[in-house]
């Protein structure tokens, strides 16, 4: 730049005692305390990011005795633990999106095992067009319990609601204690069965 050039004259350079004083700490504002206030406490509910200024002893005094949640009820308090679990943000529950559900891709699950996919446009429908599109089998991941019923049963982890089912009757008219003359073991095996069984419909597979 130019001595002679008009902008020159507009730059300005703070003085050394001005940048001091400015740089130089605030004072505590605890009452009747000189010390400088280095160390930032938070002034409480409803003034999030606003500070008091303390020394280091105040600051140790203040926090023992500071509680954010002063003055709210239990409810309100649990009320408040539970939307920071989202980050205090709107949430909405799942299916609740009409747009998304009248999609022409959306998908009906039917009886817990099958999957029938819309296909308005008829790229993926069987028989030349007639009927509706095939039905694919659902990936299933057992529970142990649910693995062990299916053991119980005598049945494959991909057996449909219909085979549980038949199944299930045929297990129950084999091992009723009618059919065999109160046997103990029978009784046993007969229970397990309709144990089993209810697992199974409680988890959506029949």
């Not at 409480?44 to 500070?51: D, I, L, V």
């Not at 046997?183 to 029949?206: H, P, T, W």
């Amino acid at each position: 730049m130019r001595l002679d050039s008009k902008y020159f004259d507009r730059i300005r350079t703070r003085r050394k005692r001005e940048q001091e004083a400015e740089q130089a700490p605030p004072t505590c504002q605890w009452d009747g305390c000189d010390k400088k206030g280095t160390h930032r406490a938070p002034v409480g509910r409803n003034a999030e990011g606003q500070f008091f200024l303390f020394c280091f002893e105040h600051v140790k005094d203040y926090n023992k005795g500071y509680n954010y949640f002063s003055g709210l009820s239990d409810g309100e308090i649990a009320r408040y633990q539970k939307e920071a679990i989202t980050g205090h943000r709107p949430t909405w529950t799942v299916g609740v999106n009409k747009d998304a559900k009248n999609s022409p891709l959306h998908s009906e699950v039917r009886s817990g095992a099958y999957t029938r996919v819309r296909d308005p446009f008829g790229f993926v429908k069987e028989n030349g067009g007639k009927g509706s599109g095939p039905r694919f089998p659902q990936a299933r991941k057992l529970k142990s319990l649910e693995a062990k019923a299916f053991d119980t049963m005598g049945l494959a982890a991909n057996a449909t609601s219909a085979e549980i089912k038949s199944k299930y009757k045929e297990l129950v008219k084999k091992h009723h204690p009618d059919a065999n003359g109160g046997d103990r073991g029978s009784e046993e095996r007969f229970r397990a069965v309709i144990q089993a069984y209810q697992l199974l419909k409680q988890n959506g597979f029949c």
